[in-house]
């Protein structure tokens, strides 16, 4: 509604109450979003370091792998070469 002058009728307390918290709202999911922009690219930059280790981690398994074999038994034919040679 507009007055006879032509002027915006002004607002009610609610209505200026409204305002003032849907504009603290507004800013305060500004300032999440920045937050979780934030977070992301801290999480890109922890997944990229991690992935620099693969490699690396990649090698450490092979080691892991073949240090926990079981050493193989010693053949037979080295077992008899040997007492072959002892007999003479």
């Known amino acids: 509604m ?16 409204r305002e003032q918290l849907l504009g ?9 979003l920045q937050n ?7 999480l890109e930059g922890v997944i990229a370091v991690g992935n620099e280790f693969g ?7 092979q080691f ?5 074999k079981e050493p193989e038994p010693p053949r037979e034919e080295a077992k008899e070469g040997t007492e072959v040679e002892k007999a003479p």
Request: proline content about 5%; hydrophobic content about 35%; charged content about 20%.
């Open 24 to 32: 603290d709202v507004a800013a305060s999911l500004e300032n999440v």
């Open 55 to 61: 490699q690396v981690e990649g090698l450490w398994s």
């Open 2 to 17: 507009a007055t006879t002058n032509g002027a915006p009728p002004e607002q009610s307390l609610f209505e200026q109450q």
């Open 36 to 42: 979780i922009n934030k977070l992301n690219r801290s």
């Open 64 to 68: 892991e792998n073949v240090m926990s």
